[in-house]
């Protein structure tokens, strides 16, 4: 059965810190790994990993993806009380389904 | 475009009523899917669709039904609700598939007493 699990659950910074969100997945005929962005309401979509190796980046929020370990991280630098969210991370294999993790609960406190 | 709607915003029904959830995108995506997400959980993947007329089980089908008989619309019926069935569902869609991020709708919160 494909998981997607995430860590940690939760955590709580200052705002200015650098944080790491890590993602883990065993997913059958891997295609991408994706990251959205949920405060509150519907999931807003961050970035799609398909190569490993390859960082994208949004201006302070960067990822990657290692193929080879099965996982996936997602960096904010100078964190701000507007990146408080939950963060999470899905697989999609070859059956076009995206498969979740429980997401990370990030809160920056000023 | 409006994206993905979603109608209602929330419901509460009694145990054993019927209801639909409607969601409608305008994007012409060919991929639609039904989630329900509840507390401190990720989402969970109920019903898909990969185009009018065609339609999958997800991980969590039980109790649920869809039909797909346009590009646009995707309800999902529940038949006879139960607490269980307490979440927030989330209606998505996307153009293809593998390499296409999903785009979410707002949500439904629903309530089974």
């Known amino acids: ?110 | 475009n409006a994206g993905v709607t979603q109608t209602p915003k929330f419901r509460i029904l009694k145990i054993g009523q019927s209801m639909t959830l409607q969601c409608t995108q305008d994007m012409n995506h060919n991929y639609m899917y039904w989630y329900r997400q509840d507390p401190g959980m990720g989402l969970k993947l109920i019903y898909y669709s990969v185009g009018a007329g065609i339609t999958d089980k997800g991980e969590v089908p039980n109790g649920y039904n869809v039909s797909r008989s346009t590009t646009e619309d995707f309800p999902l019926r529940l038949e006879l609700a139960a607490p269980s069935q307490t979440s927030v569902y989330f209606c998505a869609s996307s153009m293809t598939s593998s390499y296409n991020e999903q785009f979410f709708g707002p949500g439904t919160r629903l309530t089974v007493l």
């Open chain 1, 1 to 110: 059965e494909d998981k997607v699990v995430q860590s940690p659950l939760s955590l709580v910074v200052h705002e200015g810190d650098t944080v790491t969100l890590n993602c883990s997945y065993e997913v059958t005929n891997f295609r991408s790994l994706l990251w959205y962005k949920q405060e509150k309401k519907a999931p807003t979509f961050l970035f799609m990993l398909t190569s490993s190796g390859i960082e994208k980046k949004s201006g302070r929020l960067s990822s990657i993806l290692d193929k080879k370990e099965l996982f996936s991280i997602l960096n904010i630098t100078a964190t701000q009380t507007g990146d408080s969210a939950v963060y999470l991370c899905a697989g999609r294999g070859g059956s076009e389904k995206l498969v979740f993790g429980k997401g990370t609960k990030l809160t920056v406190n000023p």
